[in-house]
T-cell receptor
Framework: GNSVTQTEGPVTLSEEAFLTINCTYTATGYPSLFWYVQYPGEGLQLLLK?????DKGSNKGFEATYRKETTSFHLEKGSVQVSDSAVYFCALLKTGANNLFFGTGTRLTVIP | GAGVSQSPRYKVAKRGQDVALRCDPISGHVSLFWYQQALGQGPEFLTY????????KSGLPSDRFFAERPEGSVSTLKIQRTQQEDSAVYLC????????????FGPGTRLTVT
C-alpha cells in the first residue's frame, strides 16, 4: 500500500540555518509528490510539487527533488526565516487516484 | 478571490449528537474532497465528489458518516451519533479539474466530542 514517512518533529532552528525535512514514500507506479505547509490558524497550502523522477519543485526558497532510486522527496531551504515556522506535510498522489496520501507532518519552529 | 470556506470553524458536540459540517468550495471548482485530520497526524481522505456525483467514499470510517453535494457546489459532511473518536479537524478541499492534482484547502472545522 501507500505510505509516506517524514522527519519526526518538532524541529527547531535558528534564523538563517539550513533546513532539511526528509520524506520517503512507498507506492506502486510513478506517483506525483507534494509538499504542503500549514501556517498557524490557516489551511493547508501547496508549497511545491514534482510529477516525475528527477523533477525539482521549488517555491519561496524551498526545493525538493523527486528521487525515484531512493523513493525520496526531501525538502530543503538554505536560510530559514521566523516566518517559515509552520507544519510541513509531504504527500503523494498515485496516478488515477482520487486522493492525496499525507505523511504525519513536521512542525518547524524558527527562532530569531 | 475567495478561497474555500468552512463552517463552523469549531464545533463541540456531546457524544451521541448529530453534527453537520459545511464546505463552500471555490466557485466553479469541479472536484471536492473531505479529509479527517486527527491531532498530530496528517489528513486522511474521506470522500470525493466530481460535481454532484460522489465518486469515491472509500475513506468514510463508518456508516455514521455521510456526505452530499446536491447541486455540485456546497457540500455537507454529516456525522450521526458522534463518538469521541470522531474528534478531529475536518478539512475540505476543492479543485478546478477532475481528480486530486490541484487542491485548495479550507481552514477546517475542529470537532470536539465530549
Amino acid at each position: 500500500g501507500n505510505s509516506v514517512t517524514q522527519t519526526e518533529g518538532p524541529v527547531t532552528l535558528s534564523e538563517e540555518a539550513f533546513l532539511t525535512i526528509n520524506c520517503t514514500y512507498t507506492a506502486t507506479g510513478y506517483p506525483s509528490l507534494f509538499w504542503y505547509v500549514q501556517y498557524p490558524g490557516e489551511g493547508l497550502q501547496l508549497l511545491l510539487k514534482a510529477t516525475k523522477a528527477d523533477d525539482k519543485g521549488s517555491n519561496k526558497g524551498f526545493e525538493a527533488t523527486y528521487r525515484k532510486e531512493t523513493t525520496s522527496f526531501h525538502l530543503e531551504k538554505g536560510s530559514v526565516q521566523v516566518s517559515d515556522s509552520a507544519v510541513y506535510f509531504c504527500a503523494l498522489l498515485k496516478t488515477g487516484a482520487n486522493n492525496l496520501f499525507f505523511g504525519t507532518g513536521t512542525r518547524l519552529t524558527v527562532i530569531p | 478571490g475567495a478561497g474555500v470556506s468552512q463552517s463552523p470553524r469549531y464545533k463541540v458536540a456531546k457524544r451521541g449528537q448529530d453534527v453537520a459540517l459545511r464546505c463552500d468550495p471555490i466557485s466553479g471548482h469541479v472536484s471536492l474532497f473531505w479529509y479527517q485530520q486527527a491531532l498530530g497526524q496528517g489528513p486522511e481522505f474521506l470522500t470525493y465528489f466530481q460535481n454532484e456525483a460522489q465518486l469515491d467514499k472509500s475513506g468514510l470510517p463508518s456508516d455514521r458518516f455521510f456526505a452530499e453535494r446536491p447541486e455540485g457546489s456546497v457540500s455537507t459532511l454529516k456525522i450521526q451519533r458522534t463518538q469521541q473518536e470522531d474528534s478531529a479537524v475536518y478539512l475540505c478541499a476543492s479543485s478546478p479539474q477532475q481528480g486530486a492534482y490541484e487542491q485548495y484547502f479550507g481552514p477546517g472545522t475542529r470537532l470536539t466530542v465530549t
